[in-house]
């Protein structure tokens, strides 16, 4: 599916972190908590963690949050943002094959478009993964893009600049056959440095995330537009899904 690990290097801390503020973070955050229909002092695993600006806001909560990521660079941003605190606790792992024993945690969650950079046999096993490590009863919680709001937003070229000047382009190759997207990130310096990063990325149908799902042993799947648990999915917004 390409060369995705580079994409979650420095280069996304460079390019994602302006356009991620506070007030979406803890929506996003103590929505995810509040439809899993935990408490504080719940033991929650945010897979992949990222730089860990959901876990911070959960840990401030009241939540003991562990943080699994692949990414060196985005588990260094975390470690710095956590400092000397105990919590979140944070591992260098891969989300294929999770180094926790079965029933480790109360929830689940997977937020920001983390699955789809596998081929789907692979994400179902993802999937598989995380129901393994949840208690009975417990929930996972996903929040991604999904293929019929792509559609209705799909740019082919977007650009934007970046609070030190520099250039964010990406390019976008749709094959909607197979629900797969090329995708060029460059960022271009005002020193005039190009940096690329090429990958390729699967943008499920609301359809297909919940089979799969079901395909992973989840017993109840939900899909929202919203963290208020109600608003179905739809094509003007991302999608939230609830597995239990």
């Keep these: 599916m390409g ?40 033991e929650v695993l945010d897979c992949p963690v990222g730089y860990a600006r959901h876990a911070l806001v959960l840990v401030d909560a009241g939540y003991r949050v562990t943080g699994l990521d692949r990414s060196e660079a985005q588990l260094a941003e975390a ?8 919590w979140p606790r944070l591992l260098l792992a891969d989300y294929r094959e999770l180094p926790f024993a079965d029933a480790s945690f109360d929830a689940l969650l997977n937020l920001f478009t983390s699955l789809g950079y596998l081929e789907r046999d692979e994400d179902v096993g ?21 293929r019929d709001r792509l559609a209705r937003i799909f740019a082919a070229r977007t650009w934007d600049r970046l609070p030190d000047g520099s250039l ?28 690329e990063r090429r990958f390729v990325h699967r943008a499920y149908t609301v359809t297909e995330w919940i089979a799969m799902l079901h395909e992973a042993g989840f017993a109840e799947v939900n ?22």
């Design 3 to 42: 060369d995705w690990d580079s994409v979650f290097d420095e280069t996304y801390l460079r390019t994602y972190l302006p356009f991620l503020n506070e007030e979406r973070t803890r929506e996003e955050a103590l929505g995810a908590v509040s439809l899993a229909g935990i408490e504080p002092g719940a």
């Design 126 to 146: 993802v999937l598989h993964e995380f129901r393994r490590v949840l208690r009975p009863g417990g929930a996972l919680v996903i929040e991604t893009m999904h």
């Design 168 to 195: 964010f382009l990406q390019e976008h190759e749709p094959d909607w056959a197979a629900g797969e997207f090329s995708i060029l990130h460059l960022v271009v310096t005002p020193e005039g440095e190009r940096i």
């Design 223 to 244: 899909g929202f537009s919203s963290w208020d648990g109600e608003t179905p999915p739809s094509p003007d917004q991302r999608l939230i899904l609830r597995a239990r």
């Design 79 to 86: 470690e710095r943002r956590r400092g000397d605190a105990e």
